[in-house]
């Protein structure tokens, strides 16, 4: 019996490294691919720049903390290539529910996919990196989106203003795509005062959080602020956000958390445990 437990496990072993190995194959692929593809349309500057929202004709960034220099999402950059996939249906859905006027900031953007989709899509669409390590090294969709995308601290001061006005930009639409986690704790009344900052009365904050552990190769922990769900929603009522049950959008759409697929390994409705999808809005009063 003990011999056919050894086989049973050896064999169970071999099948989950296969498939681990053919997964990380296909992941590469992937990435090899959407990396010619933006390289070639960078190539191709005249077609880029008829299509894309150029952000950067009426609102401009204003920050004294140009790069999070203390974050390991900087000092250890792998987790800031992630975000690469364009999520089509996720920027159809904030369409029809905001408007083809609506305006858009994804904080944390990473290789900036979303910020590319909604821009593609004739929508006002920015996004803040706390390193600078994708545009030093033309990853994802920086090449393509020198006027829609920006580098600062997101934990301190910053403003997007009106290049007309010089008042504060608002927005219909903040999304944070798996980056509560990588800040800690201490940084989060500057963040959520970002947030409401720039957040229109009757906007929407919408994101996901991982409740699971991610380190770089060193073993130092990108995320760093591992709670439960319960400790998230009260920390949004905390800084003034209101988690909502019911909403205009389609969660299943949403741009991670609905995986396994590249860039995207864990299912929250399926393994709760894991990180959670939320919808929040300014609380009221």
């Known amino acids: 019996m003990d011999s056919l437990l050894r086989v049973v496990e050896e064999r169970s072993r071999t099948l989950e490294y296969e498939t681990r190995q053919g997964v990380l194959a296909s992941n590469y692929q992937i990435d090899f691919l959407l990396k010619l593809y933006v390289e070639a349309m960078s190539a191709s500057r005249t077609f880029s720049d008829s299509v894309v929202f150029d952000a950067a004709r009426l609102i401009e960034l204003k920050t004294d903390f140009p790069i999070a220099y203390g974050s390991n999402d900087h000092l250890s950059p792998d987790s800031t290539m992630e975000g690469v996939s364009r999520p089509t249906l996720f920027v159809q859905n904030c369409i029809a ?8 900031l994804d904080l944390g953007t990473g290789a900036a996919g979303i910020v590319y989709e909604f821009a593609m899509n004739g929508v006002l669409a920015v996004g803040i990196d706390g390193s600078d390590f994708c545009r030093r090294n033309k990853i994802g969709y920086w090449p393509l989106l020198d006027n829609n995308l920006f580098t600062c601290d997101i934990t301190r001061e910053f403003d997007f203003v009106s290049r007309d006005t010089n008042a504060v930009s608002q927005f219909d639409l903040v999304t944070m795509w798996e980056v509560l986690e990588h800040i800690g704790e201490e940084g989060f009344p500057s963040l959520f005062a970002n947030i409401r900052k720039h957040l229109r009365d009757d906007g929407f904050f919408i994101g996901s959080v991982s409740f699971v552990e991610y380190n770089d190769p060193a073993g ?29 959008f389609n969660e299943k759409w949403f741009p991670r958390g609905n995986g396994p697929r590249f860039q995207d390994f864990h299912n929250y409705e399926r393994n709760p445990d894991e990180g959670r999808l939320f919808v929040a809005r300014k609380a009221v009063g």
Not at 97 to 104: E, P, Q, T, V
């Open 97 to 104: 529910a905001l408007g083809k006027d609506m305006r858009a």
């Open 220 to 248: 130092n922990p990108y995320h760093v602020t591992l709670k439960p769900w319960e400790w998230w929603e009260e920390k949004f009522r905390e800084f003034g956000l209101e988690v909502q049950a019911e909403h205009p």
